[in-house]
């Protein structure tokens, strides 16, 4: 199956690369951007509507404010932070000598939901060591398979400058994709809904900006000499939101007729309110966080954040996680080392709800003092304290304790002809285990 837009690419890949320019440029807009609100929607003017910024905003610098470090795999089946590795400051400080890695992954992300897709060109040293990754352009991007060698090539147009990169030196996240390859604009498939919003807010823009209300009518009961002259000096004393509500004074019988629809009656408020919503359910963000506040309460909104914690940063995380997997790590470097987002900050409850799991992992022995000083941020205690401890209830002993202490018993009552043994059972015996 042949797709058009590549199809057209393909002959005319061996152009000149300000043709190559051109042809992307060409193609996006092809790609179809026009909206029946009379709206163009691009993923530059996207932006303009306040809720789609609000979800980019919220989403970008929800994933660049995560850790992101490089993990070694112990033998034991743990982990350690491989601090060595060269991969580690790259990801999780700074990404190149312009960015650290809180701007390289917010920029990342807003292209990955602008544009469907993120790149950036891979730069080694020498030895081969990862020391920097640039972000490139999704718009400026074009990506197709070699018909001999069956790879993927990404063409890349910077101005009038054409650069093809191979897969190794490129990082590439998808988004939702048709191919599994090139993933598709969001921006594209729901330029409706932003349409709508960008006309809903022209048209509340245009009528508080014209407080003449152009969709009236002044009536003279006679003939007016210079109708434009009468005009111009109507909106000279009424128009804009300074002169709104001021009282007009109409001569020589004239009467003014509105003729325009109110936005009450045209139902304005609540269709901008719908569509901050239809833009939340595209992004898949909780209202409450672009300031929607009209469902929620104080009862519900933590677990809506930990639901988009779960259902909506969590796929992006996923992507990030083995995007990097498949292009930052070799063949023997992925049987030992990892990267993974920390996310135990997003999902943190209130403080009695902390202290009260903490409690419960203390108590069962797994999690020791230092564990949780660790999850609240706090400096370990000394081993001389005891902040590697973990300790269970006396009372709860494994089922072949309780028998091994059952045989004991019986054998030294036996021996001794008593009643009950040194070694029976004490049900309050505390049982300390450490690592």
């Not at 193609?27 to 306040?50: F, H, I, M, P, T």
């Not at 034991?76 to 000598?97: C, M, Q, R």
């Not at 009038?160 to 990169?165: C, D, L, P, R, T």
């Not at 006679?222 to 009282?247: C, F, M």
Request: some cysteine; proline content about 5%.
């Amino acid at each position: 199956m042949k797709i058009p837009f590549l199809a057209r690419f393909k002959e005319e890949r061996n152009t000149t690369p300000a043709a190559l320019a051109d042809f992307i440029r060409g193609a996006d807009l092809d790609y179809g951007r026009g909206s029946n609100s009379g709206k163009y929607v691009s993923e530059d003017n996207a932006l303009q509507v306040s809720a789609v910024y609000a979800c980019v905003k919220v989403l970008a610098e929800t994933i660049a404010s995560l850790p992101l470090p490089v993990y070694i795999r112990e033998t034991s089946g743990g982990k350690t932070k491989a601090f060595s590795h060269p991969l580690y400051p790259v990801l999780h400080d700074l990404t190149n000598s312009d960015m650290t890695s809180f701007t390289f992954r917010e920029l990342m992300m807003t292209y990955l939901l602008l544009w469907g897709n993120a790149y950036a060109q891979i730069i080694r040293d020498r030895q081969k060591r990862i020391i920097a990754l640039e972000p490139l352009k999704p718009a400026n991007m074009m990506v197709t398979r070699d018909e001999n060698t069956k790879k993927l090539r990404y063409q890349y147009a910077d101005g009038a400058q054409s650069i093809e990169f191979k897969p190794e030196q490129v990082l590439h996240i998808p988004a939702l994709s048709f191919d599994g390859i090139v993933g598709i604009s969001p921006i594209a498939q729901a330029r409706e809904a932003i349409g709508l919003s960008l006309a809903t807010e022209e048209f509340g823009a245009r009528f508080f900006g014209n407080g003449a209300r152009p969709g009236g009518v002044l009536e003279h009961p006679g003939v007016v000499k210079d109708p434009a002259k009468l005009r111009e000096s109507w909106e000279q004393v009424y128009r804009g939101t300074r002169n709104s509500h001021k009282i007009a004074v109409l001569e020589e019988g004239m009467k003014y007729h509105e003729i325009g629809i109110p936005p009450e009656d045209a139902q304005f408020l609540e269709t901008r309110k719908f569509q901050v919503t239809e833009i939340c359910r595209i992004f898949r963000v909780p209202p409450h966080l672009v300031a929607d506040l009209e469902r929620s309460t104080n009862n519900n909104i933590e677990h809506q954040s930990i639901e988009f914690v779960v259902h909506t940063i969590r796929p992006w995380l996923v992507r990030w996680e083995q995007a990097i997997y498949k292009s930052l790590l070799n063949e023997s470097e992925r049987q030992i080392y990892f990267a993974r987002f920390t996310v135990d900050g997003l999902l943190r409850g209130d403080f009695n709800s902390r202290m009260a799991g903490y409690a419960i992992g203390r108590q069962n022995g797994w999690l020791s003092a230092n564990d949780i000083r660790s999850l609240e941020d706090m400096n370990p205690l000394d081993k001389e304290q005891g902040g590697d401890l973990y300790l269970v209830n006396g009372n709860m002993i494994s089922a072949s304790q309780a028998a091994m202490k059952g045989s004991d018993a019986l054998e030294s009552s036996k021996t001794a002809g008593a009643g009950a043994p040194d070694g029976a059972l004490n049900g309050t015996e505390d049982i300390n285990a450490s690592t």
